[in-house]
């Protein structure tokens, strides 16, 4: 064999074996805003991402304070097209994830959770509500929540509020509604 030909085998069999060592992030259930939450007035409605946290540098070279700042993550459409990238704090003193305003309707966003890694979130925006995402181990349900209404990571950590997402009479539209019955 030449080499050339050890080239262009090399060319075409490394981008496969890369591609396989890449583990696509895990994909969750719809969240959505808490079924019992209250409309505000607004044509927006809001999310909030708890994503994993990390150390923030020290803010001056003698200071040994530091904050555990969430990451940041990306909002895309339903179909994959990246829409924004939120850094989620403000500063590297900010430990308060930022509250996004977004159209109401569905989105997917992809963040780091704290025991799971990168993880796809279909997310349900309304119109005047919140809907919170948990990502960093930190939230559960108010007792006697059934089950049914929550989103779970696969080691059992609650993530959210399930997120209902129906099909409208026409099917070239979809529309977003919160799960309010289980």
Same mark, same amino acid.
């Given at each position: 064999?030449?080499?050339?030909?050890?080239s262009l085998?090399?060319?075409?069999?490394?981008?496969?074996?890369?591609?396989?060592? @890449?583990?696509?992030?895990?994909?969750?259930?719809?969240?959505?805003?808490?079924? @019992? +939450?209250?409309?505000?007035? /607004?044509?927006?409605?809001?999310?909030?991402? =708890?994503?994993? @946290?990390?150390?923030?540098?020290?803010?001056?070279?003698?200071?040994?304070?530091?904050?555990? #700042? !969430? +990451? /940041?993550?990306?909002?895309?459409?339903?179909?994959?097209? !990246?829409?924004? =990238? #939120?850094?989620?704090?403000? *500063?590297?003193?900010?430990?308060?994830?930022?509250?996004?305003?977004?159209?109401?309707?569905?989105?997917?966003?992809?963040?780091?959770?704290?025991c799971c890694?990168?993880?796809?979130?279909?997310?349900?925006?309304?119109? /005047?509500?919140? *809907?919170?995402?948990?990502?960093?181990?930190?939230?559960?349900?108010?007792?006697?929540?059934?089950?049914?209404?929550?989103? =779970?990571?696969?080691?059992?950590?609650?993530?959210?509020?399930?997120?209902?997402?129906?099909?409208?009479?026409?099917?070239?539209?979809?529309? #977003?509604?919160?799960? +309010?019955? !289980?």
């Amino acid at each position: 064999m030449n080499i050339k030909s050890i080239s262009l085998i090399s060319a075409i069999i490394l981008p496969v074996l890369a591609g396989c060592a @890449t583990t696509p992030p895990i994909a969750l259930s719809p969240v959505g805003p808490q079924p @019992t +939450t209250k409309t505000a007035s /607004g044509k927006k409605g809001y999310l909030q991402v =708890f994503s994993a @946290t990390q150390k923030s540098p020290p803010v001056a070279s003698d200071d040994t304070w530091s904050f555990d #700042v !969430h +990451t /940041g993550y990306d909002i895309n459409d339903p179909s994959g097209k !990246h829409i924004k =990238f #939120v850094a989620n704090h403000a *500063t590297d003193m900010d430990e308060s994830p930022d509250q996004v305003a977004l159209v109401p309707g569905q989105y997917i966003i992809e963040a780091e959770s704290t025991c799971c890694g990168l993880v796809d979130v279909p997310v349900v925006i309304e119109k /005047g509500k919140t *809907t919170y995402v948990h990502l960093d181990r930190n939230w559960w349900p108010p007792n006697r929540t059934p089950l049914s209404q929550i989103v =779970f990571l696969p080691d059992g950590a609650a993530v959210g509020w399930t997120g209902v997402i129906a099909k409208s009479a026409d099917k070239n539209s979809v529309a #977003v509604a919160a799960s +309010t019955s !289980h």
